[in-house]
């Protein structure tokens, strides 16, 4: 695990900019405190930021060149399969220096080109220069775990593992916020893939390479789709027994390292399932760690405790209070990006606390996105069976839906108002922040001129190219496509590299993946969802974790924002500075703000604001200095 960067001129004689990358280096020095290098050869600059995993000799560090030098390559992440990869490599007649999984990206690729991508395994973001045919290979892991950002400069192409780095490193072009990709953060609450918040700046898409030669424009190539074949139809039983032997081999695949190792436990099934497997594969204690919280609606640590005592792990928890005053704005530079998942602040507190122990850690992440595992799939079941009303009595459907929505439970109201404008449209409301009418009083003259709808659009679109056979794989595909790349797993690496810690997922294993996505809706979605992932934990957990109610990896927003968090809320989203940008009209935002009040707080809108104000503030207003 580590950090990349690196510079292509667009004139094939002109040096690439070393001082830049070393900039770049510099600024990602968090992501890898263990040894920096860089590579100049001709129009291209590799830098790298290593943290010591696999293989901690000198030999390992990168950039990492072939045989004879013409190929260096830079990698950020974990290559699973590279002890076969590497046995395979050798019995060609390769030679290696070092035992780094690394190392694989740039003899597999002397045999195979840019194909070399589909072989890899893992959580990667490469970089990787031929010097000979003069061209740049970037390529991104599968499921989009660990990021790669570039930026089109005058004088050539950067990259980096955060966007800061390409912000700080170029004093010279500045950098502009763009507007239409920050009315898509309203909506989403994140940047999607693979727009990025400021201009001439893009994110490298999951399941991707890009292919640069000096002076052209990138050639972007899929080399992976989440597969969709026959549906399977054996019984929930045997479906637990293949995923339980899946998640055996992923749990153990990623427990190879020469450092030390442990892993997220919230109490909740997925978390909870990963370090029963641990336990099992492990001939020691398997260490532990939990955050929690005074305000008790918000903290599993009870069930994570019972956890740890059934698997015998080395426990440790840690209890967040609304403190993080002054964290906030070093996490909105780590981010790089408007980011309002309130849950980064939590998994931020949670890897600082593991990286004092271990420097690697497995985490559930991935297991409700790949087994139907969130409430608001209930809910989207209802327009499933609205498409299914005759066209005659669907305006009396959706009229009686929205009244009892309206008066029993006002999400529901405003789901049914979008019941006949289609999936992308209503499923928009349940995971969207400002969608539609909300942003027509909140937008200012800059904001107005810059609104349009992407978001619906690009659901539409992968909807749309969506293979899955059934509604809710649909609806899977989508949250896979969307929420999970540029959200969970954003929100992950950003928080453990911060502190230097990687974090592997087992539930993201491509093998688990493909087995997930052949589900049929009823193995997903009957009773509390997540069926097959039931029926596999239950032969590892006690029915308490089993059985209870399903709790969000969340922090008590609204009651921080009542409290110690309010001063900042007025300090930043009221004041002069905030009013003169033009983006809001400030009456809509303080009549958002004073919801914090009353009886219907807005606080997750209000977290959007402030997110979007702090990431102004700290990368925009002022040339920030790089984070460390």
């Not at 990602?28 to 590799?46: K, N, S, T, Y």
């Amino acid at each position: 695990m580590c950090g990349i960067s690196g510079f292509l001129s667009h004139d094939p004689k002109r040096p690439g900019d070393e001082r830049a990358v070393q900039r770049m280096n510099d600024a990602i020095r968090h992501r890898g405190p263990d040894a920096d290098g860089v590579l100049a050869d001709g129009p291209c600059v590799l830098g790298h930021r290593r943290l010591s995993i696999i293989d901690l000799s000198p030999e390992a560090r990168q950039p990492l060149p072939n045989e004879d030098g013409s190929v260096s390559v830079v990698v950020n992440g974990e290559i699973y399969n590279f002890a076969e990869l590497r046995d395979e490599l050798i019995a060609k007649g390769h030679t290696f220096r070092s035992r780094s999984d690394s190392e694989v990206v740039v003899h597999l690729y002397e045999e195979l080109g840019e194909a070399c991508v589909a072989r890899l395994h893992g959580m990667f973001a490469l970089a990787l220069w031929d010097s000979r045919r003069q061209r740049l290979l970037l390529a991104r892991d599968r499921a989009g775990k660990k990021p790669l950002f570039y930026r089109r400069l005058r004088h050539g192409v950067a990259f980096a593992s955060e966007v800061h780095a390409l912000v700080t490193a170029f004093p010279d072009e500045r950098a502009e916020a763009d507007l239409a990709v920050i009315d898509e953060y309203l909506t989403l609450a994140y940047v999607p893939s693979p727009r990025a918040a400021f201009k001439d700046t893009a994110k490298l898409p999951a399941a991707h390479y890009a292919v640069l030669e000096p002076g052209q424009a990138p050639r972007l190539e899929r080399y992976w789709t989440r597969p969709v074949g026959p549906l399977r139809t054996e019984s929930t039983e045997a479906l637990a027994d293949e995923l339980l032997a899946l998640l055996r081999g992923a749990v153990r695949r990623r427990m190879v390292a020469d450092v030390p190792l442990g892993a997220f436990l919230s109490g909740g099934i997925d978390s909870s399932t990963i370090v029963a497997l641990m336990a099992e594969a492990s001939d020691r204690p398997v260490k532990t760690f939990s955050i929690g919280f005074a305000e008790a609606d918000y903290s599993e640590v009870a069930f994570a405790r019972m956890v740890a005592k059934r698997f015998g792990t080395e426990h440790q928890e840690l209890e967040v209070r609304a403190d993080m005053v002054s964290v906030l704005p070093e996490i909105v530079r780590h981010h790089g990006e408007p980011f309002a998942d309130s849950s980064a602040v939590a998994t931020w507190y949670l890897s600082k606390m593991t990286r004092e122990h271990v420097t690697v850690a497995l985490s559930g992440d991935a297991g409700d996105e790949n087994f139907g595992g969130y409430r608001r799939y209930n809910t989207a079941r209802i327009g499933h069976l609205y498409d299914r009303v005759p066209s005659a009595l669907r305006g009396p459907a959706q009229a009686a839906f929205g009244a009892f929505g309206r008066v029993f439970f006002p999400y529901l109201g405003r789901y049914a108002g979008r019941l006949s404008q289609g999936e992308a449209a209503r499923y928009l409301v349940l995971v969207g922040q400002f969608v539609g009418a909300e942003r027509d009083g909140l937008y200012g003259e800059r904001m107005r001129a810059a609104r349009g709808d992407e978001s619906e659009r690009r659901f539409e679109r992968i909807l749309a190219a969506s293979a899955a056979r059934q509604p809710m794989g649909r609806i899977t595909d989508l949250d896979w496509h969307t929420y999970m790349i540029d959200d969970i797993n954003v929100k992950v690496d950003i928080a453990a590299m911060a502190h230097a810690l990687e974090v592997r997922c087992p539930f993201l294993d491509t093998e688990v993946v493909e087995f997930a996505a052949r589900l049929p809706d009823r193995q997903l979605l009957h009773g509390e969802g997540k069926v097959v992932l039931r029926a596999a934990a239950r032969r590892l957990l006690p029915p308490e974790v089993i059985d209870r109610k399903k709790m969000g990896f969340g922090i008590p927003l609204e009651h921080w924002f009542r409290h110690a968090l309010r001063p900042m809320v007025n300090d930043l989203l009221l004041d002069r500075t905030a009013r003169q940008r033009g983006l809001f009209e400030p009456r809509e935002v303080e009549a958002l703000v004073r919801t914090l009040d009353g009886r219907s707080p807005r606080y997750d809108r209000v977290w959007t604001l402030l997110m979007l104000e702090l990431w102004l503030r700290e990368l925009v207003d002022a040339r920030p200095a790089a984070a460390a």
